[in-house]
């Protein structure tokens, strides 16, 4: 039986961390185990093994970790580092060094963080464990405070202040994996982190905040951690479609903010600031859940703060609340408001152009309705061009370049275009606003050009 444990036993199953750290799990070893191993990889047909596929891994984690900013740093021994460091616990079982400062509060233990690490065996090079080889190589979203992470870890994140830091931690056995390890891989010694915190979402902030006096919540450094907090959980809520309560976080934050009592211009420009992305957020979320009069509104309140006329985005959604409403005048008017701050937006394009199309489709409809209300022959029909599908989204493409300008523009056709393909072209420069095909007249040949005339905006 003693042979059993001449060489390090592979367990059939997992080994949950709280039970390990509570002591009360229990280990059965199977002295058949390793004979079915060797029976197994017999009949795999696998004779030697080659560790050239382990090297090339090993050189990819390397390298990733030295991207990543997360390598181990120089250092002779673990006892020479810990002259550079910080306890973070009174028994010494956590020390850390902070590499980059991180840009706020200490992270609260009941904090949402996310973070990528390394951890090293003393003075090696590859790590033994690291988020860069777990969830597709991206960081670990991980809610502090409820056992998920090693002890050590959690003592080390909620000292650091964050987000966006990177600090050592070096954690002895007692608050990492026991005093026993969890052989062969996890040995019962003490091992290097090297950590990079993201971001910090404190989903508890709005909690706390209720339960102070009326004086601290007025203060601006709890209103706008608060505030900051409610926004992330919002920003989460949205990409979930949750617009409901995206919308409920960013009302209780405008009240969390109308209580602010800020001291000096720059705490007032950082409240003003969180009102006006409060306010559009808003604007957003009613727009998405089909509420154009609360969209509208949204944008009333944000005229208060701000000058509206100068916020591409509220005077967009704007325009997507009157066209909600079928007020496609006033829909136009803040589409092309919008369009004269961001020129280049295709988003504003498109809306202008859908709206066009659909003015124009509205209009032939009436006028049909009218031909057949007073029995009219309808105007000549749009011919039917012989020209193929990819010249026709070819030239739409180029007119709604064109068009989509908001100055004089002029593009000279090629000669080598057929009858066909010009009168494809006049045709549809009819469907766009301010586009016309002109003829022009250069000795016995005639050529073509498109043109936009400068428009203006209301």
């Given at each position: 039986?003693?042979?059993?444990?001449?060489?390090?036993?592979?367990?059939?199953?997992?080994?949950?961390?709280?039970?390990?750290?509570?002591?009360?799990?229990?280990?059965?070893?199977?002295?058949?185990?390793?004979?079915?191993?060797?029976?197994?990889?017999?009949?795999?047909?696998?004779?030697?093994?080659?560790?050239?596929?382990?090297?090339?891994?090993?050189?990819?984690?390397?390298e990733e970790t030295s991207k990543m900013m997360l390598s181990c740093p120089e250092y002779h021994t673990f006892r020479s580092l810990e002259s550079k460091m910080i306890?973070?616990?009174?028994?010494?079982?956590?020390?850390?060094?902070?590499?980059?400062?991180?840009?706020?509060?200490?992270?609260?233990?009941?904090?949402?963080?996310?973070?990528?690490y390394a951890a090293y065996?003393?003075?090696?090079?590859?790590?033994?464990?690291?988020?860069?080889?777990?969830?597709?190589?991206?960081?670990?979203?991980?809610?502090?405070?409820?056992?998920?992470?090693l002890p050590g870890l959690e003592i080390g994140l909620t000292s650091i202040r964050g987000p966006k830091s990177r600090f050592l931690l070096l954690v002895q056995p007692a608050l990492a994996w026991g005093p026993y390890g969890v052989l062969p891989r996890i040995k019962p010694e003490?091992?290097?982190?090297?950590i990079a915190l993201y971001s910090v979402n404190d989903t508890q902030a709005a909690v706390r905040f209720n339960d102070l006096p009326v004086a601290e919540q007025s203060k601006f450094e709890n209103t706008t951690r608060t505030v900051n907090s409610l926004h992330t959980q919002a920003k989460d809520y949205f990409a979930k479609q949750?617009?409901?309560?995206?919308?409920?976080?960013?009302?209780?934050?405008?009240?969390?903010?109308?209580?602010?009592?800020?001291?000096?211009?720059?705490?007032?420009?950082e409240i003003k600031r969180l009102r006006i992305n409060t306010y559009v957020n808003l604007a957003v979320c009613y727009y998405k859940i089909n509420k154009p009069k609360h969209v509208i509104?949204?944008?009333?309140?944000?005229?208060?703060?701000?000058?509206?006329?100068?916020?591409?985005?509220?005077?967009?959604?704007?325009?997507?609340?009157?066209?909600?409403?079928?007020?496609?005048?006033?829909?136009?008017?803040?589409?092309?408001?919008?369009?004269?701050?961001?020129?280049?937006?295709?988003?504003?394009?498109?809306?202008?152009?859908?709206?066009?199309?659909?003015?124009k489709k509205s209009a032939a409809t009436e006028k049909d309705l009218w031909q057949k209300a007073f029995k009219l022959e309808p105007?000549?029909?749009?011919?039917?061009?012989?020209?193929?599908?990819?010249?026709?989204?070819?030239?739409?493409?180029m007119c709604q370049n064109v068009a989509d300008s908001e100055e004089y523009m002029k593009f000279n056709l090629p000669e080598s275009f057929t009858p066909n393909e010009i009168g494809f072209i006049r045709d549809l420069c009819d469907e766009f606003e301010g586009l016309v095909l002109q003829e022009n007249n250069v000795g016995k040949k005639k050529t073509f050009s498109i043109i936009k005339q400068g428009l203006v905006i209301g």
């Open positions: 039986m003693g042979d059993a444990f001449d060489e390090p036993v592979q367990l059939s199953k997992g080994i949950n961390l709280k039970d390990l750290l509570s002591g009360d799990s229990e280990f059965q070893i199977d002295l058949d185990f390793k004979k079915q191993q060797c029976d197994d990889l017999e009949d795999d047909g696998i004779i030697d093994d080659d560790d050239s596929d382990s090297d090339d891994v090993f050189k990819n984690i390397e306890d973070c616990v009174s028994s010494g079982d956590v020390k850390m060094l902070i590499l980059e400062e991180g840009d706020g509060p200490l992270v609260p233990v009941d904090a949402e963080v996310l973070i990528h065996w003393e003075q090696a090079t590859i790590p033994f464990d690291s988020t860069l080889t777990r969830n597709n190589g991206q960081p670990m979203k991980i809610k502090l405070g409820q056992g998920k992470i003490p091992a290097l982190f090297v949750k617009f409901n309560k995206c919308i409920k976080n960013y009302q209780q934050s405008m009240t969390v903010l109308n209580m602010s009592l800020p001291k000096d211009k720059n705490e007032e420009n509104n949204m944008c009333q309140n944000l005229d208060y703060v701000t000058d509206i006329n100068k916020h591409c985005k509220a005077l967009f959604y704007y325009g997507r609340a009157y066209e909600m409403l079928g007020k496609t005048e006033d829909a136009i008017k803040y589409y092309k408001m919008a369009k004269r701050l961001e020129p280049k937006n295709h988003e504003i394009g498109k809306a202008l152009a859908d709206l066009d199309r659909y003015n105007q000549t029909k749009k011919k039917n061009y012989d020209v193929d599908a990819d010249f026709q989204a070819t030239v739409r493409d």
